[in-house]
Structures are given as structure tokens and as C-alpha cells.
């Protein structure tokens, strides 16, 4: 289980603004690889599934060149300290 960030959903949701899943992997002779996927549609559907629709378009990008993959906060449940725990469910922002 992981906490997938809500943030980029919530503003799509608000704005209209498309999601568009990029990523960069570096090649031999400093060379980079720049990989966009489809929009990732996040119009009209509760927070939880665009939050699973983004995770979806994550896992391909990662399945490109896992060893490219960097997180630099705990990413996965199972990493996080006691007191940072809980919920991996995404909420729905107040206000």
C-alpha cells in the first residue's frame, strides 16, 4: 500500500487542467528520453478514483526504467514511521 498525493487531482478537478504523466530517462552519452503518456482523465469521477487513475499512469512510467525511479519522502505504508501512519485513503480537501 502507498499514499498517492491528492494535490495534482484536486487542481485538475478545479481548474479543468489536464494531467499529462511525463517522465525523463537518462540514456548512454548523456543523452535523455523524454516519454509522455495520454491525458489521465479525472473529470467528473470522486477523488479516490482519480487519485488510482494517477497511480496507474505512475506505475507506467516506472515499468519503463524502474531503476530511474526516485522518491524523496516515504512513498510506501509499510516505510513511514508510527506517528505518520494511517490512512492511505485520499481526502476530500475542505473548504
Same mark, same amino acid.
Given at each position: %500500500?502507498?499514499?498517492? =498525493?491528492?494535490? =495534482?487531482?484536486?487542481? /485538475?478537478?478545479?481548474?479543468? +487542467? +489536464?494531467?499529462? *504523466?511525463?517522465?525523463?530517462?537518462?540514456? $548512454?552519452?548523456?543523452?535523455?528520453?523524454?516519454?509522455?503518456? $495520454?491525458?489521465?482523465?479525472?473529470?467528473?469521477?470522486?477523488?479516490?478514483? /482519480?487519485?488510482?487513475?494517477?497511480?496507474? /499512469?505512475?506505475?507506467?512510467?516506472?515499468? %519503463?526504467? $524502474?531503476?530511474?525511479?526516485?522518491?524523496?519522502? =516515504?512513498?510506501?505504508? %509499510?516505510?513511514? *514511521?508510527?506517528?505518520?501512519?494511517? @490512512? @492511505?485513503? =485520499?481526502?476530500? *480537501?475542505?473548504?
Amino acid at each position: %500500500a502507498a499514499r498517492i =498525493p491528492a494535490g =495534482p487531482a484536486v487542481l /485538475a478537478r478545479r481548474t479543468g +487542467a +489536464a494531467i499529462v *504523466p511525463i517522465t525523463m530517462l537518462q540514456r $548512454p552519452g548523456r543523452r535523455w528520453h523524454l516519454q509522455v503518456l $495520454p491525458a489521465v482523465d479525472v473529470d467528473g469521477v470522486d477523488l479516490r478514483t /482519480a487519485c488510482r487513475r494517477l497511480a496507474g /499512469a505512475i506505475e507506467d512510467l516506472v515499468r %519503463a526504467d $524502474p531503476a530511474q525511479w526516485h522518491v524523496f519522502r =516515504p512513498l510506501w505504508l %509499510a516505510d513511514l *514511521p508510527e506517528r505518520h501512519g494511517g @490512512s @492511505s485513503a =485520499p481526502q476530500e *480537501p475542505t473548504g
